[in-house]
């Protein structure tokens, strides 16, 4: 227990004298983030999608996700995983995730990810893009593909297609 107070005292005098050494200035507190959208509002969102996707089933797009789930977050805010993050991917050039090291193909690209190239890739991430080191099939159903990037649109804060 001695051991314990004294590493919690050492921690704590360790923050002091980190914060004394600043500019005197209080820290920036972080940004607040968003909260969730309502199941409502993220009705509203889907139907706002161009066709095809604002005809998704969010539910099956969540399923088809799970998929994905073991090297991808998509909650705002969350880390890269085997896979990069993809909060914010829609509207994105392709390889430029901070904190990614992706690969050489994905970095010279030069694409923006939106809903079509989107759609190419989960058809078949290694004919799309050869070169690429995602090892994930890919989904061959293109209802689930389509559900897919509503779902991703609805939950990761997607930029709005360009006509």
Known sequence: MKRL???????????TTLVACGSGEPAAP?????PAPTEAEKLTLLAALPAPYNQGDLE??????????????????????TGPHLYGLFGRTAGTHPGYNYSKALKEAGFTWDAQKLDQWLS???????????SFAGLPDATDRRDVIAYLKVETGFAPEQP
């Not at 972080?30 to 968003?34: F, K, S």
């Open 5 to 15: 107070i004294a590493i919690l005292t050492l921690t704590t005098l360790a923050s």
């Open 60 to 81: 099956n797009g969540r399923r088809a996700f799970a998929r994905c789930r073991s090297c991808h977050t998509i909650a705002e805010g969350g880390s890269n995983m």
């Open 124 to 134: 078949g991430p290694r004919t799309f893009l050869p070169g690429n080191k995602m």
């Open 30 to 34: 972080a940004a607040p983030a968003r």
